[in-house]
């Protein structure tokens, strides 16, 4: 079982800056990439950023440029930081993690964090 636990979230002023943290624990053999989504009340859950074990990363064209995805592959975490925010941003902001439970068992397994809010007032 792997948990993932998200921390970071809070109330931030147009233009400002906020970081995300996120971490993983459980039983695993390996945590593969790792991701940022984002959901906004009365939308779907939109990709904002994911990394792999060998750090490539990838943007949403929304946020390209303002928030930098990145990972501590030693303690299993991963980190967004958000710069330049707009009130566009304000969502629950989910961490998402692909992992492998044992050597022997080739499947990438999904998991999800309880997402943390971010609110960005103008």
């Known amino acids: 079982q792997v948990q993932l636990v998200e921390s970071g979230g809070g109330l931030v002023q147009a233009g400002g800056s906020l970081r995300l943290s996120c971490a993983a624990s459980?039983?695993?053999?390996?945590?593969?990439?790792m991701g940022w989504y984002r959901q906004a009340p009365g939308t779907q859950r939109e990709l904002v950023a994911t990394?792999?074990?060998?750090?490539?990363?990838n943007y949403s064209d929304s946020v390209r440029g303002r928030f930098t995805v990145s990972r501590d592959t030693a303690k299993n975490t991963v980190y967004l930081q958000m710069s330049s925010l707009q009130s566009e941003d304000t969502a629950v902001y989910y961490c998402?993690?692909?992992?492998?439970?044992?050597?022997?068992?080739?499947?990438?397994?999904?998991?999800w964090g309880q997402g943390t809010l971010v609110t960005v007032s103008s």
């Open positions: 459980g039983i695993f053999f390996s945590i593969n990439t």
């Open positions: 998402n993690a692909a992992y492998r439970r044992s050597a022997w068992d080739y499947r990438n397994r999904e998991v």
């Open positions: 990394i792999t074990t060998g750090d490539s990363t």
